[in-house]
Structures are given as C-alpha cells and as structure tokens.
C-alpha cells in the first residue's frame, strides 16, 4: 500500500465567465502528485497551465473561478476551507514562484523585509527576529552578502537576484509543494541554469514537492520525472519524462519534441530544418468540438471531429487523450 | 538626498526667471502704462506734466531692455517694485497677504484630503459597489461645480438661511470664518483625489506583487496595510502637490466672493487698479508658491519611493 | 454599463446645452439686454418669470438661454485654439526632436508653471474685457496637456514601421506628421479637447465673474453671478440659475470626456491623465 499522494486534482474545472457565458478553460485535469514528486507540466502559452497552478493556490481572481472537480491536497478538500484556513496554507505550505521577477516585487518595501512577512505572517515570529531569519533565508537561495543585501530594493537587484529573492520567500516556511511558474522564462539564459539548480537542489534538500510550469519541454525534461501535458485546457498525455521523449503518444507532444534542437542530431542526420506545430492554440471561446487539437493534428480523422477522446492508459504507465495514439 | 534637491532647484531656476520675462514683456507692451493705471476705468487723463514726473519717478522713460534689466536686478534682491497707488513696497503688500491664502489653501487641502483620499480608497475596494458609483457621480459632479457659485450656495445657507458661520471677511482671523471658502475651494480637489485614489488602488490592486502577496497567505487587510498603502501614496502625492498648486490659483475667485484678504483678491482688485508692479508681483509669487510646492511633493515623493532617487 | 451612462447623460445635457443656445431667440421671452424693466425687479421664479427677474427687472430664463451662447462660443473656439497650438507644437517636437523640442519642452513647463486661471486672468489684464479677449486669453494658456500627449504618441508613433515606410518612400515631414502621426494620436487628444471644454466654461464663468470677462449687461453665466452676490439675501434665484446652467454644462461635458475616453482611450487609465 503506497501513501497518500500529497496532491489529488481531479476532473478540475476552470470557468472564465465572459458577459453572461461561461467558457470551461481548464477540464477534466486530473493529476497526483507525491510528496518530494516533481511534475512538470508543459504547453504553449494559453493552454491554462498557470490558470490551473492559481487555482491549486486558491489565487484564482475574477473572470476565472473553480467550475467543477476537487483538488485534496494532503487529503484535505482544499474547496471546503474557509478563507482563513486556506491563508495559512498558503504560502506556508503551499507557495508558488511567478513568472515576472520585475514586477512580483513591491518596489517600494525593501527585499528583506519581504522575505520577513513570511516569518510574520507564518512562523509568529517577530520583525526583528524574521529580519534575521531573512538573511539566512537570502544566504540560502546564495546570494552574496546577504546581510546587506536584505536592505536592498527590487531595483537594486538583477533579474536573477529578484528570482532568487522569489525562491527565498517561497520557501522561507518550508512548504510541501512548490508551483513554479515559468521561473526562468523571463531570465537571461546564463541565469536559467543556476536558478534551476538552485530550485531542484534546495526542494529535494527540504522535500518539497515540485509542480514546474513551462512552454519549454528540454527544460522540464531535466527537472522532472514525470511529465504531463497540456492543450487547450486539457491534460493529453501525462507519463514518466523519457517515455515522453522516446515514444510520444499524442500527436501534440510529438509535435513539441519534433520541435526540439537535439545535440548531436545534425551530426547524426545532416542539416534539417526543426519542425514546427503550425497554427496556434484557439482561445477559450472557440474551443472545436471534438479533439481540441484536430484543427492542428496531422492525424486528425472523422472521429476527432466528432468525439472528443477519453484518456486511455497507456502499457507504460500514464495516459493519453486521443482516438489514434500509437 | 541632498543633491536631489539641488538638482531640482537648478531645473527650476530657469522656469522661474523664463516666468519673470513673460511677465515683463507681457505688462511692459500694454499701452499707456502708467498714466492710464492712476484712473479707475484708464481713460480719464492726468495733467501732461504729472505724468512725465511720474514716468520718470517709476523709471518707465527708459528702453524696455534697460527696464528689464533693472527688473530682473531688482527681483534678485527680492525688491519686488512699488505700488502705482500706494507708493507701498510691492513686497510689503504680497508679505501681508500671503499668510491669509496660505490659510486657505492649506485648509481647502486638508479638507479635500481627509475626505478624497478615504473615499476613494472605499470606492475602490468595490469597483462597481453602491459606494462606488455613488462617490465616482459625486466626484465628476465636484469637478464640473463652479467654485464661486458652490461657495455662494454654501455662504446663502450657511451664513444667512441658519446663520451658523460668518458670510465673508476675514473677522479675527478665526477658523469660523475659514470654514466655507476652504470648502469652497476644497471641493474640486476632493473630487480630484477621490478619483486619482480610486485608480491608483484599483491599479495596484491588480499589480502582480499585491498577487505575490496575497500567495504568501496574506490577509486582505494586511494586504492593504503592509502595500498597498505606501504605493498609493506616491501617486496620491503627486496629484495632492499639483492640486495644491492649482488651489493657490483658483482661489482668486473664491478669495473674491468671500471678500479675504489673500493674493488672489489682492491679484484681481491691482488688475483691476491696473497697479501693474503690484499684478506682475503677485503672479511672480503665485507661481513661486506652485513650483515651491512642486517641489516639496518631488522630495517627499523621493523620501517614499527608492527608485526616484536614482533616476 | 456604466461606460453608456456617462456618455448618454453627457451627451444628453451637451446637447441640451447647444439646443439653448441655437434656439435661443425663439426660446427665451424677452431681449435678454435691452428688456430691463424696473417695476419688475427681483421678481421671484413663477408663471410669468419662470427663473425669476434679477435687479433690473430682466427675465433671467431668457438670459440663462442666451448665456449658452456665450459659454459655447467660449468653450469650444478657445478650446480648439488650445488643440491645434498644442497638437502643432507637440506632434512637430516630438517628430523633428533636437533643438526644437528643447524649445517646447521648456515652453510647456513654463506654462505649467503657471495656474492656467492666472495666466488668463494676466492676459485679460492687458486687453480689454469683451469675448474676442476671452477667447485669446483662454485659448492661449491651455495647451500643455495636449501638446504633452501629442509629443508623447509622435515619439513613439515616429519609430513603427509604416512611419519608417512613409519616410522611405519620399513622403515630406508634413504629409507624414499628418497623414501618419495626427489620425493615431486623435482619440486621447479629443478626449482632452472635450474635458478642456469643460474647463474653458468654467474659466470663462470664473473670469466674467470677476468683471475681467464678458461686462454686464451681456448675459454672460459667470457676469450674471456677479453682482448676485448683493442681491442673495433677498432674491437667491439670481445666484442659483446661472449656477445651475454652468453645472450642467460643465458636467455634461466632463461625463462626455469621461465616456469618449472609455471609448477612445483605453490606455488612459494607465496613464492616469
């Protein structure tokens, strides 16, 4: 008998409400994940991978609200709790890093007594004592000269210092599950490196859980054991990462690997031109019926037009959503 | 911090001496200067020989570049001319007159920030709510009021329907006398921040840190308290400095209507006069009060927000 | 919604206001100047005098009617003097840039610098009180805002591509300022015209009401409050009529501005202009 996940989502719903319609942005998303688990999620911009990761936090703001499905997280309904229940989870053990270092910041409060709120809001501590918990939290994520530092503004610092002051906040409580989304997206490539290293490291020393958000598939492939990924509001296919680069079954995520420079494939097969999915995700109100991905599918047949596919488990552990996996 | 201000000085110097010029062209082509300005309507005509004394006594026979040149000379002394009509330093006359505006203007300001900055701050905290919409109506509708018109409703109600408060005048200088033109006055710029404050509040609220907070399990409260407050404040206080500015000018009507005894009522009884050193004065003043003003609201803005400092 | 109400209410009272006017001799029941009748003075709003008489024995309904005409006149001519003063030297320096720009840079922080109703107030000083005076006076101290927005869109609108196009292909500065520049940039800059409007009715009022604008006996809203000030005590409906119609006005077309801004702006709340 396996323990509890510590991350149940099942059948969510996200509903944007425009006007007076409803439109369903996230369905049936169904995931678990482990405690220590780090599962990315993949997909193009629009696809509701951070919509989704907002609602697992509670952070979900008008037009968009939970439509449907349940989200346990350490076995507990995380819809049924009350607004002062879910703040001291918030944060405390669930925390999430944002895409945009440049503007997650209060420009006006100095960094370190951002990090301190954590201690504050979480911890009971006082100022003064979450003042020095928050130069050891700002070692932590290694940054040089922390005790100084600390005093800084967000200006003051370079992407990559705000990122890492993020990741410092985020985990300042020592969180079950981390969701990051897109953290590195918005750095200079010499930084991504680093500030993924510093998230996988610092997670598995603290046994966090990670839910990693990205568009980038290499990127999520080196952080995460499994993968799943998302389309137009749907999960198509969720396995473990190498299955997903080995032998993609949905013709989506065929697509995204295709997409993909490989290291030693010109040697290997010559100068070839990378393959690109052509047109782009449809917005939430114009979802097709059927597979929502048949306008794009190379495969697509009468069937996709007309059904929309369950998920089928796949031999290899995972599943996947379409009428022609392989 | 200090070179801040410095720096800030030196931009405004040239403002205020391009300010100086404009005045002086501006009142140096009217014509017949002085003769016309010792008769009420500037028709009537003074003895030939008065007035040659007189053009020579207050220099106006010299060439306009000499008299500009004494002009400037002069205001770097802050010898701001004399009066056509009292003969009085123009100084003196501005001196007595400024504490009364300073007055008015101050308390129009309070007034207008202890009620406009709150409720703007409510209004948004709903968008779209009773409160709102109500306040946002009240707000277009203070803006679009006459001042002069709102203070004589208020002086036909106040002082002489339930006789609570003094009509007009400046009487022992106590605050009863005070009250209606500061509210007069106060009421477009209340509007104004109650406006600004909604906007910024509902920015910030949408701003990605306030979401940042919120994720670090925040309460609303806290929220508003720990940033929402400060950020506001710095794009309140940049419309509070400007509406400052504006109030000292506006308030030449109000000043007029309750007969105080301000700049402005100075302002418009010297154009009126056509005591011109006492007019080209009290602008001169009235601008170096608004940029003054200006000013302060840029090193306290610098004092708040990190990032001006640098930039 | 609400975007609606603002425009509709607006435009509604707006028009109201140019009905008046247009049709104010066929409205209004007597000459607003020359009907002075003394038997008749102070009278209160009734069957005959439906806003009442001032101390003249003049109808003020007629000559709040006529009052719009001047208020209009006021209002738009001075505001349009405003638009194309500032839309002429914003849109030229933020296109041609270097010493120019400088120039007006400078020149619109002067004016800044300087309460718009005093720097009227000191030009109705030196010309003689009457309306062309007014419409000079008001028309030349307010056009920072728009010459601000109009540099503004020109620098930014100068580097985009169809703009880059147009120079390539030969087109001269002028064509291109108004041809490329002037349609991208219309919809804030009437937007401000309108609220400007609005201002300049106020302006107008304030400096009539001061005896520095338009003289009695002309049915100026602003003139007319001013000598209602003696009579308020015995006949307040002097002071509330004209009042009345300068509020309306002037909240006709702050809810117009606001409306057309929703419409024609959108970026405006970031800006928080």
Redesign the interface.
Known sequence: MTAKPLLEVENLRIDLALGNKKFAAVQDVSFTIGHGETLGLVGESGCGKSITALALIGLLRDPLAIGGGTIRFDGREIQSLSASEMRKLRGNRISMIFQEPMTALNPLSPVGRQIAEMFVLHKGASWREAERLAVEALASVRVPAPDRRVEDYPHQLSGGMRQRVMIAIALACGPDLLLADEPTTALDVTVQAEILDLIRDLSAAKGTAVLMISHDLGLIANMCRRVGVMYAGKLVEERAAEDVFRAPSHPYTSGLVASLPLLGARARHGRQRLKEISGVVPPVAAFPTGCRFNPRCYAASDICRANDPAATPLNSGGFVRCHHHE | MLSFIVRRLLQTL???L??AA??FV??S??PGTFASSMSDDGRSVLDAEVMTRMNKEFGLDDPVYVRFGKYIAQLATFDLGTSFRTRQPVADVIAERLWPTAQLAIASMLFAIAVGVPLGFIAALRP?GWID?LSMIGA??G????????G??L??LFA?VLGWLPSFGYGDGSIRYLILPAVALGVAPLALLAR?TR??VL?IMN???V?????????ES?VVR??LT??TL??VLTTIGLQF??V???A??VE??FSWPGLGSL??DS??L?DIPV?QGS?LV??LL??LINMLVDVLCAV????IK?T | MKLRANLLIGGVLFAGVVIAGIFAPWLAHTDPVMDANLMYAEEPPGQEFWFGTDAQGRDIYSRVLYGARISLTVGIVSQLINTVIGVCLGLSAGYWGGWWDDFVNGLTNMMLAIPSLIFALAIMAILNPGLTSLLIALGLTNWSFTCRLARASALSLKSQGYVQAAKVLGYGDLRIMLTQLLPNMLGPIIVIGTLGMGGAVLAEAALSFLGLGIRPPYPSWGSMLSDARDQITTAPWISIFPGLAIFMTVLGLNLLGDGLRDILDPQARARRA
């Open positions: 040239p403002i205020i391009a300010v404009l005045i501006m009142f082509v009217i779209g919409t277009v509708s803006l679009s009021l006459p001042k002069f018109w709102l004589l409703m002086m036909y002489l600004t906007a910024a920015e701003a990605d840190f979401r940042t907070a919120r994720a670090k399990g925040m309460s806290k720990w940033h400060r950020n710095v794009i500015g504006t000292i000018g506006q030449v009507v007029k209507l302002l418009v154009v009126t056509r007019v602008i009235i601008v608004f940029l708040i927000d990190p990032r640098y």
